[in-house]
């Protein structure tokens, strides 16, 4: 795709408090940057303090236990890069450095696709703030590693999300999520000139759409495939309430993934989908601005809320609406992403004193973890969404033109 295009204005008040919201998340992570050593935020508990890890913490099996690792230290990198970027303050660019330089041996994981959220987050931010081929060199590592996980099928191939690829159990397994990690591979391909990253991104995205999209346009969190055939062969759930249910990050996921895939593809049939899933999502929504973790959950699971997944959202209909070709579609997404992230902002938002961004993040209501309190991805995606309105192209490149209208 050729002509770049530029985001929808923002209204001054809407502008103002984005901005006052970034000044505030700056003095946050500035402050708890102090306080970790080596280690990184994971998700705050009970008593509110962040539940820390160090980077080095990779994916594997424990017997029949499957940990996913610490999938979260990039998430903190690209923190310090937007309070970089947000304020000039050349004390954040040194932290994220120190920080990369942390994260860096993760490159080499050969057990998950989480290596997509890590660098994503933080290395390639960082390559695009700087200029650095340090950061480019350390992304392009990841890419390979994530680009190794497509599994080829007679129907079509995937990104294997867990496990090593030689155990059967990690080589029949995708996960929904992976669609936000395919971000990695369009930013290789774009970078080294090398079509085989953004063809092993298009084949996930085409097959995951096939498995993965049920007819109401909710979506499973993870499938089982016929590593042979390509075939479905169940559809289950980790993190929602049920394998039928529509877990609401799922949701979010999903749609991040396909408007990045429509803006990195051009194609039409990618961005209609991410409206479809985003439709579903307002449906769900009935009228509120943060979604219940599970929009099936019931009793009093049912109040439980996800400000990550609504700040996911609020981050894809932000960019949909500077990719959609219609006008009246592009001022809907528009006006949806931009009353979520007010949302959060006036809130959801933590108090001065209080740890991490957003209050009611949900990272896993079933094994009881971030329930209630900040979570990391829910914060990096919070600020994301932040940038991409006041401060377009400065976080991430603004990429792409309008897509086709057929």
């Known amino acids: 795709m050729s002509t770049a295009i530029h985001p929808l204005p923002l209204s001054d008040p809407h502008a103002a408090l984005f901005r006052r919201t970034l000044d505030q998340t700056a003095q946050k992570v500035a402050d708890d940057e102090l306080t970790f050593g080596v280690e990184f935020p994971q998700v705050t508990g009970p008593d509110g303090q962040w539940v820390r890890l160090p980077?080095?913490?990779s994916a594997g099996y424990d017997g029949d236990a499957w940990s996913h690792g610490n999938w979260f230290c990039g998430f903190w990198v690209g923190l310090l890069l937007a309070s970089y970027l947000h304020t000039g303050d050349a004390r954040f660019l040194e932290w994220a450095r120190a920080r990369m330089l942390l994260v860096e041996q993760r490159a080499q994981d050969p057990n998950t696709h989480d290596i997509g959220f890590i660098f994503d987050s933080s290395a390639?931010?960082?390559?695009?703030?700087?200029?650095?081929a340090w950061f480019a060199g350390i992304a392009l590592k990841a890419a390979d590693r994530l680009r190794a996980r497509l599994v080829t099928t007679r129907d079509g191939a995937y990104l294997a999300s867990w496990g090593p690829l030689a155990d059967p159990r990690g080589r029949s397994a995708s996960a929904i999520d992976t669609m936000a990690n395919l971000?990695?591979?369009?930013?290789?391909?774009?970078?080294?000139?090398?079509g085989s990253y953004r063809h092993a991104a298009d084949a996930h995205a085409a097959?995951?759409?096939r498995a993965f999209v049920r007819d109401d346009d909710s979506t499973y969190h993870a499938v089982e495939y016929d590593v042979q055939s390509g075939a479905r062969k169940r559809g289950y759930t980790f993190q929602g309430a049920f394998d039928e249910s529509a877990w609401s990050r799922g949701q979010a996921w999903a749609i991040y993934g396909y408007v990045n895939s429509a803006r990195e593809t051009g194609k039409r049939r990618y961005l209609d989908l991410a409206g479809r899933l985003a439709d579903y999502y307002l449906r769900r929504l009935d009228g509120r601005q943060v979604p219940p973790w599970d929009f099936d959950a019931t009793g009093p699971d049912a109040r439980i809320k996800d400000t990550?997944?609504?700040?996911?959202?609020a981050s894809s209909l932000l960019e949909m609406a500077r990719l959609h070709p219609d006008a009246q579609a592009a001022a809907k997404w528009q006006r949806h992403g931009v009353?979520?992230?007010?949302?959060?902002?006036?809130d959801e938002f933590t108090k001065e004193g209080q740890h991490g961004l957003l209050h009611n993040s949900?990272?896993?209501k079933p094994h009881n973890i971030g329930v209630?309190?900040?979570t990391m991805f829910g914060d990096f995606f919070f600020v994301e969404a932040l940038c991409r309105a006041v401060h377009p192209g400065k976080l991430r490149p603004l990429d792409g033109a309008r897509i086709p209208l057929a």
């Open 55 to 57: 980077a080095s913490l």
């Open 124 to 132: 390639v931010p960082g390559y695009h703030i700087t200029g650095d």
């Open 183 to 194: 971000s990695l591979l369009y930013w290789a391909a774009n970078h080294a000139d090398d």
């Open 207 to 209: 097959m995951t759409a």
């Open 308 to 313: 990550a997944a609504a700040a996911i959202v």
């Open 339 to 346: 009353a979520m992230l007010e949302a959060l902002c006036r």
């Open 362 to 364: 949900c990272y896993s």
């Open 372 to 374: 209630d309190g900040a």
